[in-house]
């Protein structure tokens, strides 16, 4: 028997198809959105209201994240193909507590799960962004 299309999720899956498109046409050549921020920079925005503008959908991620709000940070990631918004989004299931998903994120990154704090490899993936 076969599955029926649920136009919505077709609709939302092309989305983000696209919005990972557009990400990567702005990010240069070493995979990062081209911005003179810093991490120190960075770390300094968490006390704004929003995340600072130009900033690649991985790192929004984390920006979001860091201001307890994992639910956009997710949303931010999920439907990108980008490596670092795998990497993200692997992170943020580490975040969770589940290492089944976070697993098959950070293989899509190419990465391994870290061995260290949450919050320490939150700040590995921000450096490794941005510097």
Same mark, same amino acid.
């Given at each position: ?13 092309? @989305? ?48 979001? &994240? ?15 193909? &980008? ?7 692997? @992170? ?10 976070? &697993? @098959?994120? @950070? ?23 941005? &510097?």
């Amino acid at each position: 028997m076969r599955q029926r299309l649920n136009p919505i999720r077709a609709l939302w899956s092309a @989305y983000g198809r696209l919005r990972g498109l557009l990400t990567l046409h702005l990010t240069t050549q070493n995979g990062t959105v081209d911005t003179t921020m810093n991490f120190k920079e960075f770390h300094a925005s968490l006390s704004q209201p929003t995340p600072p503008q130009g900033l690649s959908d991985a790192l929004t991620a984390l920006w979001l &994240d860091a201001n307890g709000q994992w639910e956009a940070a997710h949303d931010r990631v999920r439907d990108n193909s &980008d490596q670092p918004s795998a990497w993200v989004h692997a @992170y943020l299931h580490h975040v969770e507590g589940v290492l089944w998903n976070a &697993d @098959y994120w @950070y293989g899509r990154a190419k990465k391994k799960r870290p061995n260290c704090t949450t919050r320490e490899e939150w700040q590995q993936i921000a450096q490794s962004l941005l &510097d």
